[in-house]
């Protein structure tokens, strides 16, 4: 027997099923106990395992998503939010619009809670799933300005092309020159139809001149974001300022 078991965990070893090789002995005890048949003590080494890389795959998204994990859906207060936004993130919070290759445009005053919703909503994704990247535009814009002086733009948009969603925060928040904004335009071209972009942005569309510099490539750029998209509008007080009015009351 015990050469059995010695054999039987180099199998599971050299197949890469680490649970299988915790678990079958305090499985195989139970099922003898139960009189289970060989299928049902099969099975229920099969879920653990599944379980367990479930568990570990979603733990390793969350790492390369870059996101900032106290952003959560937990700790995001909407009952601040109108009721038709309200009834927009449940939907959203389903990801069936990744599905769908569907953008979500997030657009407000600073301080009223859009990265927050978004990276919220980005963790649920991981959850379910899907892979989800975090990045502040600007550190953005310069990794693909770097990318395209090196020759190397197309390598970049591939690795961001794996991602089922790409959460871009504040959009024209810090002015960038034409060329960094021509990346910027190459990147949405890319994953039009292709992947969900979902960004925020203190500026409506009718001052996205300001962002890309030119109005054919303004227009092109909001053209290839709205053609799928959810909007959703966030004129709301800010929460910062809301939460420092507060902490003075009860100081």
Request: hydrophobic share 35%; with cysteine; net charge positive.
């Amino acid at each position: 027997m015990i050469e059995i078991h010695n054999t039987l965990n180099q199998h599971l070893k050299d197949l890469h099923l680490p649970t299988f090789r915790e678990c079958y002995q305090a499985e195989a005890d139970l099922a003898r106990q139960e009189s289970l048949p060989h299928e049902q003590y099969l099975l229920e080494l099969s879920k653990r395992e599944c379980e367990e890389r479930a568990h570990k795959r979603i733990a390793r998204y969350l790492r390369e998503s870059k996101l900032p994990l106290e952003k959560n859906i937990e700790v995001f207060d909407r009952k601040r939010l109108p009721d038709k936004v309200n009834n927009l993130v449940h939907f959203l919070l389903k990801g069936s619009f990744i599905d769908r290759n569907e953008n979500v445009l997030a657009f407000g005053n600073p301080g009223s809670g859009k990265t927050h919703l978004l990276c919220a909503i980005g963790q649920e994704l991981i959850q379910q799933g899907r892979r989800v990247f975090f990045t502040p535009c600007n550190l953005l814009v310069q990794e693909l300005l770097i990318a395209k002086r090196d020759l190397k733009l197309a390598r970049v948009l591939k690795k961001l092309s794996k991602y089922h969603a790409l959460i871009i925060d504040d959009i024209g928040y810090v002015q960038q020159s034409r060329e960094e904004m021509e990346v910027l335009f190459t990147l949405l071209a890319d994953r039009y139809e292709r992947g969900t972009v979902m960004l925020t942005s203190n500026l409506p569309f009718s001052k996205w001149e300001q962002i890309f510099k030119d109005p054919m490539t303004t227009a092109a750029a909001i053209d290839r974001l709205v053609h799928h998209s959810i909007i959703l509008e966030l004129n709301l007080p800010s929460y910062r300022l809301e939460q420092s009015k507060e902490n003075k009351k009860k100081g």
